[in-house]
């Protein structure tokens, strides 16, 4: 029999252990996509972006790794910021900028809520 207790993890979120087809190790290894190697992954993250909703914020992290920014909001909610391509994020100070990224928005249960997606600028030639 489940404690009352127990019986409130329930609905806390899931596991997000993977997602077929993206290379989360190599997008660990871009913070601030200043190595520009994020901007492959995005379609497939894109394509299972339903997956990440209910999430929890240490699944995230395991994923996707530490966000590049997080932003505290009202209450117990977060949103975690990872840059798709460089910008002005790779300057020596890592300053915000205005490069397309991916927001991950946390609700007071501590699960992602929404999933935005800047678009990427066209590839240079």
Known sequence: ???L???GLVGCGHALLELPGFDGAAWRADPYACRNQRR????VLLRQKEQLYEARANDVT????QPDEEELRAGTEKVYYYYLEPGTQCEARHERSGAPCLSLRFGPLGTVTEVLADPLSPPTP
């Open 1 to 3: 029999m489940l404690s």
């Open 5 to 7: 207790g127990a019986l």
């Open 62 to 65: 395991a994923l996707l790794g």
């Open 40 to 43: 492959a992954a995005v379609p």
